[in-house]
């Protein structure tokens, strides 16, 4: 079935450091691919996105690459802040299996230090 | 546009309780899913409706379900509550089938 793979945190940053969080995914087909932001005591927000192979999703200074032939979608930023401090998640859904069903990863939490 | 609601909050249940939480979705949006979020087990799917059908059902036991109405807001439920219930309960909305849009959760605390 489809699985989506993350780096294990925590990961601990200065500020205005390069910040990669790698995601892989396994599954059949072209899913779609995600990468969720979630802060303390809130839901998930959407942060960027990427519908196809070579496709480049970006927000906020963030940004991630879908690439089939590694299977992977790793999340970076040039210069992180205080603010990114948060739970990061990659998802799937779609693919040949025909699911809508979202597949999270574990999450990635992200500190950064001032 | 309003985002997802979820209603209540914050909630605190005595084990064998039952539970019933809420999510209004996005305008627009007719599909709802539900999902479980524990610190041991991330973030599990429990299920989706569209149009009032249950469409995808996680690999959770008979005492959690849901319904949805003609308006797209949704219901689940838990009954006979056991400790290992207390979770943040998230719930998202979608429009197509692809990009979620999620509400802030309901926490629930078992004891």
């Known amino acids: 079935g489809n699985s989506v793979t993350q780096m294990e945190g925590p990961v601990t940053l200065s500020e205005e450091a390069f910040l990669t969080i790698n995601c892989t995914y396994t599954?059949?087909?072209?899913?779609?691919l995600f990468w969720y932001v979630q802060y303390p005591g809130e839901g998930l927000q959407l942060l960027l996105k990427a519908t196809k192979a070579d496709d480049k999703g970006s927000n906020k200074g963030f940004e991630a690459t879908y690439r089939k032939e590694t299977t992977s979608f790793h999340l970076e930023k040039g210069s992180v802040q205080v603010s990114d401090s948060a739970v990061y998640f990659c998802a799937l859904s779609g693919g040949t299996s025909g699911t809508y069903k979202y597949i999270f990863g574990t999450g990635t939490r992200l500190k950064v230090l001032a | 546009k309003a985002g997802v609601t979820q209603t209540p909050r914050y909630l605190i249940k005595t084990r064998g309780q039952q539970v019933t939480l809420s999510c209004s979705p996005i305008s627009g949006h007719r599909s709802v899913s539900w999902y479980q979020q524990t610190p041991g087990q991330g973030l599990q799917f429990l299920f989706e409706y569209f149009s009032e059908t249950q469409r995808n059902k996680g690999n959770f036991p008979g005492r959690f379900s849901g319904r949805q109405f003609s308006n797209s807001r949704s219901e689940m439920n838990v009954s006979t509550l056991e400790l290992g219930d207390s979770a943040l309960y998230l719930c998202?909305?979608?429009?197509?089938?692809?990009?979620?849009?999620f509400g802030p959760g309901t926490r629930l605390l078992v004891l």
């Open positions: 599954a059949t087909g072209y899913p779609s």
């Open positions: 998202a909305s979608s429009y197509s089938q692809e990009t979620q849009y």
